[in-house]
């Protein structure tokens, strides 16, 4: 196959973990040579955090700038955060509900209104997929699944080697049988908002 | 059983180079193992510590600094187990006494020492170069470039160690413990039932003191001479490609090498050198390398290791090759490497040109907000924070106070709006530079640190403290366990799973008085005016206390409640 070089940014407590073990396990599953690289300890603790995927048989388990092929956002300030990352043609995909840092909560900064940013961002590239994340993910059920959702906005885009049917399986495989209806349903419901 | 004991050979797992050295080290027989948790290392002991109630032929223990885990390993090679220990890079410099003279007497049973690097300081307070500590050892070391690298050297490193009879040094960094790839699975060793030791007494062997340290010196240079054989022999060091131009590379940046070659279509230009067994480096190989090529380039994250050796050869042989590296500014000692950085380091160096993609107009993007990892909603550490500050407060001592700190969650302290955190050095160093402060100057000093940290190195210190008359009052936030590091164990801890029940409990407030420091108090850090009028007289005193605040992390309490 071709290599591709997805970027997945997110916040700590957004589960951007499971969005990548997930995704990894399908590509184990259809013998497609994946690596990725993790942020893990103090990170963690409510910071900006980062999974690098590589596909394809890029051994470099390390995105550089201007190599992303696809810039997956779990939050809107943090895929914008990104946009150094990427080039021209960088296919975007992202939630826009927003995660407050705890630094406005305390007064120490300001989160911009977003609305006309992310207008812009749709102009700046070719390809860009937005969506409530968060909201999507609580009518199927719970808005923790926002991590499935934006995995099915990622498998809806068509761009990977990938069936549908690929990742349910993998989702059936992982995700514990108590919270497994509703990420099924956050993973459809996320696939129909990207695939046409 | 847990998918790392299950998985058969040939099968492919997706693993993160932290679990690909745990396979590889059952694959390779250990028997006991022992650690101190860090990050970018903590996974290889957090592994263990689950799976050995999976393996009776395993044991593994958290110890309480990295210095005791290593020589619950030496002592466990000297009886002829295999055994591991593992830590983060800084973790070394604590176990670097036991490890420089354990490379005099040496091991029976195979030894592996894990040190995990974190170049860029992702997780850590400096980005030092651990590969110099086999150079000072002189210990075997080898560096795997990926999970699948992992697993296989950490299975080898046990043969390594017991055929020259030294503990092998195995060197990762962030970017191989976690990252995540597919690893093929080896045969996994026999677990079924526990396996004891022998200890042969052999004091000439294992009592170093300067007769016998002399000649074990000696006996360790000549096992170097031997290793040297071994690296340039090594199936770890490898070419890749062919051409009048060279890359000597290791690590992780292999990969980032053996991508932009590819990349840029230089694979009958330049020829790579991957080097996996690096200490003692391979000199014939090197030397065959440098002598073929017109121009080499040593790709290495941090210190000029392998450049300086490549030097050495050079000049030994009397070959003129130019070798470009760090000497040459074509790369940094500082921060890790991406594949973009190497790229253009290599057009560089080869003269050719390399455009790195165009970047988009972002003028638009407007300023946001920084996201600095920051204390729990609801963690105890901001409690006990905010009633220290407010004492300090009231007695008007908040701004003559010096707020010596030490390592975990609670360094977050530093950042606004608490910001409480004017020194650190290293575990433990609250307690020890919190005394020096006292000698030093007038000002008052309040510092803190975590249970876990307390018994790692906090302790002599504080023996110190008493017997000096240091004047500080010292916080030991004890929330019952090794937070940061993902809740690994403290001997303290009221709050435990099931699994530990039956351990000794060590008292914290039973520690401190035993060593005989004047004041003590306990308090609960959410019951804010109780905790206040407990320890305003220790804020004013001016002699040695300690404020144990004691309250669970909340993450761990949710965790143990769901067990």
């Known amino acids: 196959m071709e290599r591709l070089r997805i970027l997945a940014v997110g916040v700590g407590g957004q589960g951007i973990l499971l969005f990548s073990r997930v995704l990894g396990e399908v590509a184990l599953s259809s013998g497609t040579p994946i690596a990725m690289s993790e942020v893990h300890g103090m990170a963690q603790r409510g910071g900006v955090v980062e999974t690098n ?25 943090e895929t914008l955060r990104a946009l150094p990352r990427t080039r021209k043609d960088t296919v975007i ?27 812009k961002l749709q102009e700046a590239y070719p390809r860009v997929y937005l969506f409530p994340g968060e909201e999507i993910a609580r009518e199927a059920g719970t808005a923790r699944a926002l991590n499935i959702v934006t995995l099915g906005a990622l498998a809806g885009t068509g761009l990977l080697p990938f069936s549908k049917e690929d990742f349910l399986e993998a989702i059936k495989k992982i995700v514990k049988p108590k919270f497994l209806e509703a990420n099924l349903k956050a993973f459809e419901a996320g696939f129909s908002v990207t695939a046409s | 059983m847990h998918p790392i004991l299950s998985a058969k050979p040939q099968e492919k797992l997706l693993l993160l180079g932290n679990e690909a050295i745990v396979r590889g080290a059952l694959e390779g027989g250990l028997r006991i193992g022992a650690a101190y948790p860090g990050t970018p290392s903590s ?23 990295e210095k005791v885990a290593m020589e619950v390993a030496a ?17 070394l410099n604590v176990a670097a006494d036991a490890l420089m003279t354990l490379a005099y007497i040496g091991v029976k049973g195979g030894m592996v020492v894990v040190t995990a690097d974190d170049p860029s300081c992702h997780s850590s307070q400096n980005e030092q170069d651990n590969r110099y500590y086999a150079r000072l050892s002189g210990l075997p070391m080898l560096e795997p470039a990926n999970p699948q690298e992992a697993r296989e050297m950490t299975a080898y490193a046990f043969e390594l160690s017991e055929r020259l009879e030294l503990p092998v040094l195995l060197r990762t960094t962030t970017r191989v413990s976690h ?17 004891k030791g022998k200890f042969e007494k052999d004091p000439k062997r294992w009592v170093p003191v300067p007769a016998i340290a002399r000649v074990r010196h000696q006996v360790l240079l000549e096992k170097m001479r031997e290793a040297t054989v071994l690296a340039d022999g090594s199936q770890w060091n490898r070419t890749y490609g062919k051409g009048s131009k060279g890359i000597i590379v290791s690590g992780v940046a292999v990969n980032y090498v053996l991508d932009a070659v590819e990349e840029l279509g230089l694979e009958d230009e330049v020829a790579v050198l991957a080097l996996g067994f690096t200490h003692p480096y391979p000199a014939g190989l090197l030397a065959d390398f440098l002598r073929e090529k017109e121009a080499v380039l040593v790709v290495e994250e941090l210190e000029p290791y392998l450049e300086e050796a490549a030097r050495v050869v050079a000049q030994e042989r009397g070959l003129k090759v130019p070798i470009f590296g760090k000497a040459t500014g074509h790369f940094s000692r500082a921060l890790e490497f991406t594949p973009g950085l190497v790229k253009e380091a290599i057009a560089r160096a080869f003269g050719l040109s390399y455009t790195p993609p165009e970047a988009p107009d972002l003028s638009w993007v407007p300023e946001l907000p920084p996201r600095p990892p920051t204390l729990c909603p609801g963690c105890p550490h901001r409690e006990t924070y905010r009633v220290v500050k407010e004492v300090l407060e ?31 050095i290293c575990m433990g160093s609250s307690v020890g530079s919190a005394g020096g402060f006292s000698k030093a100057t007038d000002q008052r000093i309040v510092s803190f640190i975590g249970d876990s ?17 240091h004047r500080f009052t010292l916080v030991i936030m004890d929330n019952e366990t090794t937070a940061m590091t993902g809740h690994q164990p403290v001997p303290s801890q009221e709050l435990r799973p099931p699994e530990l029940e039956d351990r000794p409990r060590i008292d914290i407030e039973a520690v401190v008085k035993a060593l005989g420091v004047p004041k003590v108090v306990t308090i609960n850090p959410y019951k804010k005016e109780e905790a206040k009028a407990a320890i305003r007289p220790l804020l004013e005193a ?19 409640a769901k067990k």
């Not at chain 1, 700038?65 to 810039?71: A, S, T």
């Not at chain 2, 002592?75 to 973790?91: D, N």
């Open chain 1, 53 to 77: 995927i590589v596909l394809g048989g890029v051994r470099s388990p390390l995105i550089s700038e201007g190599e992303v092929d696809i810039l997956v956002g779990l939050e809107p300030a």
């Open chain 1, 93 to 119: 995909v992202s939630s826009t509900d927003p995660v407050i840092p705890q630094i406005v909560k305390d007064g120490l900064a300001t989160y911009p209104d977003l609305t006309e940013p992310l207008q």
């Open chain 2, 43 to 65: 996974e290889i002991g957090n592994l263990l510590f689950q799976l050995q109630r999976e393996l009776p032929g395993l044991y593994f223990e958290f110890s309480t600094n």
């Open chain 2, 75 to 91: 002592a466990a090679a000297a009886s002829g187990l295999r055994s591991l220990t593992c830590m983060k890079h800084v973790g």
């Open chain 2, 179 to 195: 990252a995540r790839a597919v690893v093929e699975m080896g045969e996994l060793a026999s677990y079924e039932e526990a396996l």
């Open chain 2, 394 to 424: 009231e007695l008007g001592e908040l701004s003559r106070t010096i707020f010596p700190t030490d390592i975990g969650c609670y360094t977050l302290g530093l950042l606004p709006p608490i910001q409480m955190a004017d020194y650190l």
């Open chain 2, 453 to 469: 940290t307390f018994f790692h190195a906090g302790l002599s210190p504080l023996a110190s403290a008493v017997y000096n008359r």
């Open chain 2, 542 to 560: 001016d002699e040695l206390s300690v404020i144990i605040a004691k309250a669970p992390c909340i993450l761990y309490r949710a965790r143990v």
